[in-house]
Antibody, heavy 120, light 109 residues
């Protein structure tokens, strides 16, 4: 079964850091681009960051550029998001998503998300 | 950044009727456009990619059209399980910023 399982969310104070992880299974992880997408409570979807299969191409939303760092470990079938200098507006459910082969910016598999709450 | 605008924000439709959802890009995204469905408490599900290709397992009543800046998602005959929020998303900019529209909620009339 193809599956993505996020972890690492929680309550954190403004200005602090948090690292999210996404464990992939059921597909050849190092064949695909991977992404993080977030959704603030009651709001729409926002793409956060993406990384190509070999980490050669990386992109970030302007809202997180310079604060967040995406990475992957293909040997461990894992995707990460290092989030620094967190702000209240980063509060959201963070989804890990798999890019589709040939259309790497279309997300065909999603995890169930991990909640990040930034509050003092 | 490419801005994606969806209309209407809410669409009230009776079961069995056709629903037409629109998505406009602030600049051309070619055919690099996807549609997603999201139900409450669930992760989004990919419906359409490449503007008009149905994803695996998506029923034929869902169809996408358009290119450049104007796109449409049509649900030919709404079923009870289709009432949800629908998002369009452009991926023409990769590895630059990818952007979603604000969503259209399809509700029961």
């Amino acid at each position: 079964e193809v599956q993505l399982v996020e972890s690492g969310g929680g309550l954190v104070q403004p200005g602090r850091s948090l690292r999210l992880s996404c464990a992939a299974s059921g597909f050849t992880f190092d064949d695909y681009a991977m992404h993080w997408v977030r959704q603030a409570p009651g709001k729409g979807l926002e793409w956060v960051s993406g990384i190509s299969w070999n980490s050669g191409s990386i992109g970030y939303a302007d809202s997180v550029k310079g604060r967040f760092t995406i990475s992957r470990d293909n040997a461990k079938n894992s995707l990460y998001l290092q989030m620094n200098s967190l702000r209240a507006e980063d509060t959201a459910l963070y989804y890990c998503a798999k890019g589709r082969r040939g259309s790497i910016g279309a997300f065909d598999i999603w995890g169930q998300g991990t909640m990040v709450t930034v509050s003092s | 950044e490419i801005v994606m605008t969806q209309s209407p924000a809410t669409l009230s439709v009776s079961p069995g009727e056709r629903a037409t959802l629109s998505c406009r890009a602030s600049q051309s995204v070619s055919s690099n456009l996807a549609w997603y469905q999201q139900k409450p408490g669930q992760a989004p599900r990919l419906l359409i990619y490449g503007a008009s290709t149905r994803a695996t397992g998506i029923p034929a009543r869902f169809s996408g059209s358009g290119s450049g800046t104007e796109f449409t998602l049509t649900i030919s005959s709404l079923q009870s399980e289709d009432f949800a929020v629908y998002y369009c998303q452009q991926y023409n900019n990769w590895p630059g910023s990818l952007t979603f529209g604000g969503g259209t909620k399809v509700e029961i009339k």
